[in-house]
């Protein structure tokens, strides 16, 4: 009996130590999930960054956190956007943002030796550098807040420089809205990657005025429209007058002819006044169809549109 208890003890003592290499090795053991990256910290200090996949940690290693790898993409809504000249409109806006991908840059021979070398890590086929990873976790409480953040502060900035009339309900809207996403991608992605991470698309959609800016916009229009139908009335002028060698006072007594015609009022007659520069003006001419009207001041005064004096 005597000798069996010794034996015993080295056997329970052999199985202990056992199952503790074994829980420590199990325990040790970590699974990085696939589409992130680990940071690892030793003793409260960071350590390292590990890919996707089983690694084998140090007794005071541990898992800080998992940097997800995949885009994220945030739709936001605002009621109050003032652009130029006051205007207030309400839009919609979808938000795509990540850790920042690295792109290579070729380089010289002569200036790839004084460059110092980039950290690159790898998942796929994409590249990021291991400053950015290490940046989202130890730059900011939450990267992806702030990118939110960051991307609605840029839109209220740059609207404020938008002619919402002339950019978005102009004549090509498209063009304008992708111009000024563009804009606020660049500017957020200023701040931004200063912690690691990049937007990578911006999209506005149902921009829609507010009734006050809807008023304004739609008396623009019509003063604008006012102003072309004023020009083209000034070169049909010009035009009548050149073709029919009027002149200021012919011009005008031709066009009191022609409203009265297109009022529905009596064809006019000839034109009284032996002396009268202008002749006869006869029925109001169309500019679309040929002038036959001969000038002022040749022929006889009977009908302009008719025979003259044999």
Request: charge should be neutral.
């Amino acid at each position: 009996m005597e000798n069996i208890l010794p034996v015993l003890c080295f056997t329970a003592f052999i199985v202990g130590l056992i199952a503790a290499v074994v829980t420590f090795v199990r325990r040790s053991f970590e699974l990085i999930p696939e589409g992130s990256f680990g940071i690892i910290e030793r003793g409260g200090k960071f350590q390292g960054i590990v890919p996707p996949g089983r690694h084998l940690l140090m007794p005071l290693d541990r898992i800080r956190e998992y940097v997800p790898l995949q885009e994220f993409t945030e739709t936001m809504h605002a009621d109050q956007v003032v652009a130029k000249e006051a205007s207030v409109i309400g839009l919609d806006m979808d938000v795509n943002f990540r850790v920042a991908h690295y792109t290579p840059v070729k380089v010289s021979k002569q200036q790839h030796s004084t460059m110092q070398p980039v950290a690159v890590l790898q998942w796929k086929q994409m590249l990021f550098r291991e400053r950015d990873v290490f940046s989202v976790v130890y730059r900011t409480d939450n990267w992806k807040d702030k990118a939110k953040q960051e991307a609605v502060t840029a839109m209220f900035d740059h609207f404020l420089t938008v002619d919402l009339e002339h950019t978005i309900f102009g004549t090509d809207p498209s063009t304008g809205l992708k111009d000024i996403c563009d804009a606020i991608r660049t500017k957020a992605n200023a701040k931004i990657n200063d912690f690691g991470a990049e937007i990578s698309r911006i999209t506005i959609y149902n921009v829609t005025p507010d009734e006050r800016t809807q008023m304004a916009l739609t008396s623009r229009r019509r003063i604008e429209e006012q102003h072309r139908l004023r020009m083209m009335q000034v070169e049909n002028h010009l035009i009548i007058k050149q073709q029919l060698n009027f002149t200021n006072d012919d011009l005008l007594k031709w066009w009191e002819i022609q409203s009265r015609w297109e009022a529905g009022g009596a064809p006019p007659g000839p034109a009284t006044g032996s002396n009268s520069s202008s002749g006869n003006y006869g029925s109001p001419l169309s500019l679309t169809a040929p002038i036959q009207t001969r000038p002022p001041g040749q022929g006889g005064g009977g009908n302009t549109q008719g025979s003259g004096n044999k």
